[in-house]
C-alpha cells in the first residue's frame, strides 16, 4: 500500500484492527482515529488494506439490484455504476461495472471507498449496529 493510495476516511487495517483515517502526511505516515495526539504518526509500512467481504457490504449497506445463485448485484449510488460479486470468480472478486460491462475489478476496502467518493461524491462509510 502506498500513502497516495489512501483519502481522509479510508477504512485501512493495523495488526488485527480496524482504523479510520485521519489526517495523512506527505512523508509516508498517517494518523487515525486511534491514534490522534502530538507524535502519533502510524508508518505507512504497518497498514494493511482490507480485503472486501460480503460482511463490509453489508456494513456500507450497499442495496441489492439482484441476486442468484452465481452472482450479487449492488447498487453504486445513484449512478448508473454497479459493483458486481460474481462467485464463480471467487469470493473476493468484486467487479464494477457500468451499464452491465465489467470495467474494474476491487480487492480492498479503501478502494471501494475511494471509487464510490469518485462516482458518487458520496463518503462510503460503515453503518454501525
Avoid at 1 to 22: A, C, P, S, T, W
Avoid at 86 to 92: N, R, W
Avoid at 95 to 124: M, P, R
Amino acid at each position: 500500500m502506498k500513502i497516495g493510495d489512501l483519502r481522509i476516511g479510508n477504512y485501512i487495517q493495523i495488526e488485527r484492527f480496524v482504523h479510520n483515517v485521519i489526517e495523512i502526511h506527505g512523508d509516508g505516515y498517517v494518523i487515525t482515529n486511534y491514534n490522534v495526539g502530538a507524535n502519533n504518526k502510524l508508518a505507512i509500512s504497518i497498514i494493511k488494506p482490507i480485503v472486501i467481504t460480503v460482511n463490509w457490504l453489508n456494513k456500507f449497506s450497499l442495496p441489492i439490484n439482484f441476486e442468484n445463485e452465481h452472482y450479487t448485484i449492488y447498487d453504486f449510488g445513484d449512478t448508473e455504476f454497479q459493483l458486481i460479486h460474481d462467485y464463480a470468480k471467487g469470493l473476493d472478486k468484486f467487479n464494477i461495472a457500468f451499464e452491465g460491462n465489467e470495467i474494474k475489478t476491487v480487492h480492498y476496502v479503501h478502494q471501494l471507498q475511494n471509487l464510490y467518493y469518485f462516482l458518487c461524491n458520496i463518503d462510503l462509510m460503515a453503518i454501525e449496529g
